[in-house]
DNA sequence: TTAATTTTGTTGCTATACTAATAATTAATA
DNA sequence: TATTAATTATTAGTATAGCAACAAAATTAA
């Protein structure tokens, strides 16, 4: 293989096990006959984890920019999961907090999320996992 | 760090990161004034290497579904970089092949690609590239 | 050879992702 | 204070990504 190609190579594994790790997750929450998808959950699951946040911050802590939050908390907003609550101290922004349903949806949903995360990592050590957050941290930051 | 979570936070890392290399070359695309995005070079890519190929082929390669080929291939014929040529021996297929300036921007663009690609692995050893390449591939392998 | 099945590609629908432009509000500064 | 700048969120437009349903053609089976 050609030296210069290798890396191209190495981007589109990335890429392609990444979308499959999404896919298998959005395949698994289908046939729970779940109606959230999984960025979806990932919001749910960071307001079940930290409180209130508004969406600035949501989509500062899962890496999505503001009108992708804004949608996916609209969705999520419709099925009742979560709800917008003014801001105390600041008129142009919102709390999003989890309603008493989405609160249960997250208790119900984790331990399967977890099942489905965990069988990315079948057959995979420990050793692996740390090389494996090392490097992706590293690729993370050099385009950063 | 809860043992059950950390398959989580990998999983969310993993997509991170491949969102944001795909992001960083979508930029760097979008500085060097080119009309392609990421997806429509790869399939570029492909039939500069391997010569015609049919859609089915091209999605296979890529790991992508049948209908985001065709909408690929639509707008790359459109910017008249690919053409659709009949397939002798079966009327349902094309041979999808590069066009002269197809041909032409894949040799222009491609030094800047492979700089674009190496970016994200500054710092990182060969060893660092072969365990990732056999963790992402075993991550892949556990889900298929 | 007819009928059933599979393959190849398309269209429609929903959801993320990113950019640009905008509105409303807040913060900074002259 | 008045103006300017920055922040928070939304809307619009384009491009993947995936699923389902479909049409046309090719292959297989009866």
Chains 1, 2 share one sequence.
């Not at 999984?38 to 503001?66: C, M, P």
């Not at 996916?72 to 008129?91: A, F, Q, S």
């Not at 996992?129 to 941290?137: A, G, P």
Request: glycine letters at 4%; a positive charge.
């Amino acid at each position: 293989m050609q030296e210069a190609e290798k890396y191209s190579r190495y981007s589109f594994l990335l890429d392609k096990t990444a979308r499959r790790v999404k896919q298998y997750a959005k395949q698994r929450f289908r046939e729970l006959g779940w109606t959230i998808t999984i960025d979806q959950w990932a919001v749910l699951k960071q307001l079940y984890d930290k409180g209130e946040l508004n969406q600035r911050e949501l989509a500062s802590n899962t890496f999505k920019d503001h009108p992708t939050m804004t949608r996916i908390i609209d969705l999520l907003k419709t099925k009742e999961l979560i709800e917008r609550k003014p801001h105390p101290g600041d008129r142009r922004s919102f709390m999003i907090a989890l309603t008493t349903g989405g609160k249960t949806m997250v208790e119900e949903c984790l331990p399967e999320v977890q099942k489905i995360r965990m069988k990315a990592w079948d057959n995979l050590s420990e050793k692996d996992f740390q090389e494996f957050k090392r490097i992706l941290e590293s690729i993370h930051q050099n385009l950063s």
